[in-house]
T-cell receptor, first 115, second 115 residues
């Protein structure tokens, strides 16, 4: 089945130790998104790629970076994780047209713990 | 400004009964899409149903239907014949044409289905 895959599902890192989360998709969608979701809150968009064009949200900290080496894969790098970065990280994709009808499909998420 | 409001933080629902989850939205864009997602405790965001702003009929997908009242700017989700597995967080979301790739999420509503 076509889907969005995230690895690992659970990640534990130490304060200040760089960590990379990965996302892959078999939907051949143009757009890939990274969201941060803290407990009992709505997902917060960090950035997205339209093909190779990177779009950062204005309030995304510099500590968060992303790479998209090809259509299928996208990575979230947290350069120096702090305790406040502990959260669920959700990857999503959409075919994209930029129109309201375009549905985002989410992966299962990576739950990050920072010790 | 675009906004999604979900005012019911949690509720109890009797198994096999229908439940309505409220959602109101605000946008000045005439072209937009409305979405509902289900998020179980595992964390994955599962797409449930979509309603376009120009759609004349309410969207339905199995036990899910969207009660779209455009003049009131409401897009309530109705789950018929509730099941224990329906206990989860539900997010209403909107994407407007002028919003580009950004989807706005509400705060979520969590129905608890009891036997």
């Amino acid at each position: 089945d076509a889907m969005v895959i995230q690895n690992p599902r659970y990640q534990v890192t130490q304060f200040g130790k760089p960590v990379t989360l990965s996302c892959s998709q078999t939907l051949n969608h143009n757009v890939m998104y990274w969201y941060q979701q803290k407990s009992s809150q709505a997902p917060k968009l960090l950035f997205h790629y339209y093909d190779k064009d990177f779009n950062n949200e204005a309030d995304t900290p510099d500590n968060f970076q992303s790479r998209r080496p090809n259509t299928s894969f996208c990575f979230l790098d947290i350069r120096s994780p702090g305790l406040g970065d502990a959260a669920m990280y959700l990857c999503a994709t959409s075919r994209d047209s930029g129109q309201g009808s375009d549905t985002q499909y989410f992966g299962p998420g990576t739950r990050l713990t920072v010790l | 400004a675009q906004k999604i409001t979900q005012t019911q933080p949690g509720m109890f629902v009797q198994e096999k009964e229908a439940v309505t989850l409220d959602c109101t939205y605000d946008t000045s864009d005439p072209s937009y899409g409305l979405f509902w997602y289900k998020q179980p405790s595992s964390g994955e965001m599962i797409f449930l149903i979509y309603q376009g702003s120009y759609d004349q009929q309410n969207a339905t997908e199995g036990r899910y239907s969207l009660n779209f009242q455009k003049a009131r700017k409401s897009a309530n989700l109705v789950i018929s014949a509730s099941q224990l597995g329906d206990s989860a967080m539900y997010f209403c979301a909107m994407r407007a044409y002028t919003g580009g790739f950004k989807t706005i999420f509400g705060a979520g509503t969590r129905p608890f289905v009891k036997a």
